[in-house]
């Protein structure tokens, strides 16, 4: 028997709750993993709480991210005792997740965890974090290189825009951070954020061409604050779009494409390729400076998931959310 967060939905409706379950409760897949740490990513609260019809099949343990060691395996790619990292997939929405003391995915899935990473230390990077990273590898493939001006971060005390503040000032650009809560200044300021501003600024409708402000965007926000993004974004600079936290409305001009050349990167961390993912964590375990993830990182045990599943929705939760799965 072992513990996991299920989510259940029948004529009694819609719930989530902590369970003694057995390994007939694991769905198929080649590797099964015992799991040490989860995480609540915006996601996770949306599949917890049940506001959007993110899960797909009941009953389903939840948890999209989890990190942790290899018990049994049926691909040659793996051993027991190996250390993993699972993000996306579909995992915690179609099939069973890492909110659990075990998990069993489909080797295809699994990432080999970088040695310079502690499992905890991934799940304090989780999809947040690692589509942060996806986000930083589009600008730069776009050209962006330190000094080319202000990079502006939106949502920037979330698990995205914090780990994106951390790993672009650590890689020497100067960062604007927009928040809603800028009683956190000096704590944006300490992961890195040259300048902070109310995320007011960005959030109402606004012009389809402003000043020219930003060299590069990374926006987990959407609506009107990619829209007014893109609209001041300089000349050929580029914006990588991750996030609805604002909306999963764009309600924008082409004014800023064909007027100034601007790019609108679309990043999407669920069904990317292993080709990509596996160089996001690479970089990730090279570049991210550890004892700021620490600093942005609160843990948490399993039976506080499901209270952190609707602090996450009401903005409540500043940087990342760890889940002790075992405690
Ligand atoms: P968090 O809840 O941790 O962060 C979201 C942040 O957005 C909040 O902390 C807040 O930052 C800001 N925000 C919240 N509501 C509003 C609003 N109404 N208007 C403007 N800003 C707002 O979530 P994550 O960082 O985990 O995820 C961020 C977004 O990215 C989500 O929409 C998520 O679904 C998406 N996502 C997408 C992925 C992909 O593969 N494309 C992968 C991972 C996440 P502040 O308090 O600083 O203003």
């Not at 343990?61 to 190996?82: L, N, T």
């Not at 202000?150 to 960062?175: E, F, Y």
Request: with cysteine.
């Amino acid at each position: 028997m072992f513990k996991a967060l299920v989510i259940e939905k029948d004529a009694a409706g819609y719930r989530a709750g902590v369970q003694q379950v057995d390994d007939s409760a694991l769905p198929p897949g080649e590797v099964t993993v015992r799991v040490d740490y989860s995480t609540i990513n915006y996601k996770d609260g949306l599949a917890i709480t049940g506001k959007s019809p993110v899960v797909r099949s009941f009953p389903l343990h939840a948890g999209i991210d989890f990190a942790g060691v290899v018990e049994a395996s049926e691909d040659a790619r793996f051993k027991p005792g190996d250390r993993v990292v699972q993000n996306g997939w579909g995992v915690g929405e179609s099939h069973s997740g890492g909110l659990a003391q075990k998990a069993r995915v489909k080797a295809d899935w699994l990432v080999p965890l970088p040695e310079a990473l502690s499992t905890r230390q991934a799940m304090a990077i989780g999809t947040a974090g690692y589509t942060a990273m996806l986000c930083v590898l589009a600008l730069e493939r776009h050209g962006l290189v330190p000094g080319m001006g202000d990079v502006l971060v939106t949502g920037a005390n979330g698990g995205v825009g914090s780990v994106a503040i951390t790993l672009l000032a650590g890689l020497g650009h100067r960062v604007v951070a927009s928040t809603g809560r800028t009683g956190e200044a000096a704590h944006l300021q300490a992961l890195g954020a040259a300048e902070v501003i109310d995320r007011a600024e960005l959030s109402a409708p606004g012009k389809p061409m402003g000043k020219e402000r930003w060299a590069a965007v990374v926006d987990s926000v959407g609506s009107h604050t990619l829209a007014n993004a893109c609209a001041q974004t300089r000349y050929g600079g580029a914006v990588a779009a991750c996030g609805l936290a604002q909306g999963l409305d764009f309600p924008a001009s082409v004014a800023p494409f064909i007027l100034r050349g601007i790019t609108l990167y679309g990043i999407d961390s669920v069904m990317a390729k292993p080709s990509v993912r596996m160089p996001a964590w690479e970089r990730l375990a090279r570049d991210l400076d550890l004892a700021k993830l620490d600093a942005i990182t609160t843990e948490i045990a399993l039976g506080e998931a499901v209270q952190a599943g609707a602090d996450i929705l009401a903005g409540r939760v500043r940087g990342r959310l760890v889940v002790d799965v075992n405690r």
